[in-house]
């Protein structure tokens, strides 16, 4: 079932919603990836691409945001995200040794989507009522 994006993953930073907005998009093609009968090493190659992009570019314009906001989890959203950079190590360093595999697909659409769940919606949106606590909303 498709994850749809809605106004309470909103952060207030409209360049980060649009970011988060691509990631929905991706880990709903990810399981569009699922349903077929076979994994494709390259669709597969194009998500792990998306995601190392992603978090190198998403990451760090999310840290700065929290912290120029003086948001009070920015220091736990950048442990989160070592984390999550992390767990997409290992991921590719499956990928490399095992090769394209359902089970892959199946851990990094479990992964990407608990993402969204714990993270995005816990964490990320506190930006919001900081922004606004900086007069920037």
Not at 2 to 13: D, M, N, S
Not at 36 to 49: A, I, S, T
Request: glycine share 2%; proline share 2%.
């Amino acid at each position: 079932m498709a994850i749809e994006w809605e106004t309470k993953y909103e952060t207030g930073e409209d360049r980060i919603d649009k970011q988060h907005q691509n990631l929905f998009q991706m880990i709903n093609s990810i399981e569009q990836m699922l349903k077929m009968p076979q994994v494709e090493e390259e669709k597969l190659k194009d998500v792990l691409r998306f995601l190392t992009n992603y978090t190198r570019i998403h990451f760090v314009y999310e840290e700065f945001c929290m912290a120029r906001v003086k948001c009070p989890l920015a220091e736990k959203n950048m442990v989160a995200h070592d984390k999550f950079m992390e767990a997409l190590k290992d991921v590719e360093r499956r990928f490399r040794s095992e090769g394209a595999s359902r089970a892959l697909l199946v851990d990094i659409y479990d992964m990407a989507s608990e993402w969204l769940v714990k993270h995005i919606c816990k964490i990320d949106t506190e930006l919001k009522p900081a922004m606004r606590a900086h007069g920037e909303l």
